[in-house]
């Protein structure tokens, strides 16, 4: 696929279920489709587990998050224990020690129907109920996890189970280094981004080797979320709105002025005055 692309409407078997229609199922928010090798392994286990303690910062960007592999909506199953125990265990949990397991048990918070089904958005929860539920004790956190195990419907993003590999052939996302025990070609480390419009923003491919950074991957959502709304683009480096962008090249002087007031345009030896600093944040 290209950027731009209209992304498939597929229906897909997941660990919680059907979906029927992938377009109705992102509904209008945006989405980020990620596939991992194979179910048990151990990089696979670290990102899908810093996938789920991100969840709600994707969540409140209005990002529907779904994985994908070729194991069987079982092997998912069985699989998200083991993700959610090395989410809380002392390697994550020491240096994201603020997870807070409201998210991960919307049922806790009644009246709030979190996981609602393909065609309908699943609502971001307001920062504030976040906020006011203490974070748990490491006891309590550890009697949690063991809870969490034998929930996987209140894991915060579902796992298609793509096991014909129609999905991930259809998307290129099939690695030919890496065969499972009977001979047959894996997913490598794809990510898809997808508009609320359905349109490919953004596509990432990593060999199985190498994990992938979802810190990262909220910073490109970010990066093309803030294009969207001002016609900016973001430098190397950049982190946050609060950061200096640059303006498009496809802006003029005048109207460059009139959208940011104050424009730095930075000198260079050619004499072109195409480096221009603005700061969105006083």
């Known amino acids: 696929m290209k950027l731009g692309d209209i992304f498939p409407a597929f229906s897909a078997t997941t660990n919680l279920g059907k979906i029927e229609n992938f377009h109705e199922w992102v509904g209008n928010s945006w989405a980020i489709l990620f596939s991992h090798p194979a179910d048990y392994t151990p990089v696979c286990t670290t990102e899908l587990a810093r996938a789920a303690l991100l969840a709600e910062q994707f969540h409140d960007r209005n990002v529907q998050m779904i994985a994908i592999s070729c194991d069987s909506a079982e092997s998912h199953r069985g699989w998200i224990k083991d993700i959610v125990a090395y989410a809380n265990s002392p390697v994550l949990t020491s240096t994201f020690h603020h997870l807070n397991f409201a998210y991960f048990l919307p049922h806790a918070i009644p009246g709030i129907d979190w ?123 950049w982190k946050s709105v609060s950061e200096a962008c640059m303006v498009q090249p496809s802006v003029g002087a005048s109207k460059a002025e009139e959208l940011f007031g104050k424009v730095d345009t930075l000198p260079l030896p050619s004499g072109k005055p195409y480096l221009r600093k603005v700061n969105l944040v006083d």
């Open 115 to 237: 996981w609602s089904r393909a065609g309908q958005n699943r609502p971001s929860l307001k920062k504030t109920l976040f906020r006011s539920r203490p974070t748990p004790s490491r006891n309590v956190r550890a009697q949690l996890c063991c809870i969490l195990a034998f929930l996987d419907e209140n894991f915060p993003f579902e796992i298609i189970a793509d096991e014909e590999r129609e999905l991930a052939t259809a998307l290129g996302m099939l690695d030919p280094a890496e065969k499972d025990s009977n001979g047959m070609p894996l997913t490598a480390r794809a990510v898809f981004i997808v508009d609320p419009k359905k349109q490919l923003r953004a596509q990432i491919l990593y060999p199985a080797t190498t994990g992938r950074n979802f810190d990262e991957i909220l910073r490109v959502i970010d990066s093309i979320q803030l294009s969207e709304r001002m016609p900016v683009a973001t430098p190397e480096g």
